[in-house]
Antibody
């Protein structure tokens, strides 16, 4: 059974960047696609993007194009999400989630990390 | 992007009630519709995928139906642990989108 453990809460100033990690324990995730989803306080879920198993293929939601970078380290079963040029509207809980599909993405998110709160404030 | 609209945004119900939540897509998504349950301060949890398939370990009181643009999540007999927010999500388009969520509260 896989668990996804994310890095701790962050406080950043506007214009800065944040990098959140998500490490798998109990099972490897090297053959799975991984997603990032965020949730602003009191709001719904917002899909950010997906990274393929080798880590050389990504697809981002249009609103994050140019600011979002997803990477992964297959040797440590860790994926990363870096968001730059932060603004107050980026204040949210950021979740990593595993795609249920094995080797092929089916865009069904069956295992989630615990979430990382990112606060953007001057 | 495909827009997903849930209704109602919140509802009050009692233990034992039958509860129905609807989700409408802005275009046909066949059966590429998934439901998640989220409790306060916790990550979402996959309930149903492919509109009607129960995820492993999910109680049989949960069911999903629909295809095309209109979908429903039904809880046949609400239990205390079911008070939560429910989200639908389309997996038809590679740009995934979620509904706004439905909060189920205790009456």
């Amino acid at each position: 059974q896989v668990h996804l453990v994310q890095s701790g809460a962050e406080v950043k100033k506007p214009g800065a960047s944040v990098k959140v990690s998500c490490k798998a324990s109990g099972d490897i995730i090297s053959t799975y696609y991984m997603h990032w989803v965020r949730q602003a306080p009191g709001q719904g879920l917002e899909w950010m993007g997906i990274i393929d198993p080798p880590g050389d293929g990504t697809s981002y939601a249009q609103k994050f194009q140019g600011r979002l970078t997803m990477t992964r380290d297959t040797s440590t079963s860790t994926v990363y999400m870096e968001l730059s040029s932060l603004r107050s509207e980026d204040t949210a809980v950021y979740y990593c989630a595993r795609d249920r599909g094995h080797d092929n993405s089916d865009d069904i998110l069956d295992v989630w990390g615990q979430g990382t709160m990112v606060t953007v404030s001057s | 992007d495909i827009q997903m609209t849930q209704s109602p945004s919140s509802l009050s119900a009692s233990v034992g009630d039958r509860v129905t939540i609807t989700c409408r897509a802005s275009q046909s998504i066949n059966s590429y519709l998934n439901w998640y349950q989220q409790k306060p301060g916790k990550a979402p949890n996959l309930l149903i995928y492919g509109a009607s398939n129960l995820n492993s370990g999910v109680p049989s009181r949960f069911s999903g139906s629909g295809s095309g643009t209109d979908f429903t999540l039904t809880i046949s007999s609400l239990q205390p642990e079911d008070f939560a927010t429910y989200h639908c999500q389309q997996s038809y388009s590679t740009s995934l989108t979620f509904g706004g969520g439905t909060k189920v509260e205790i009456k």
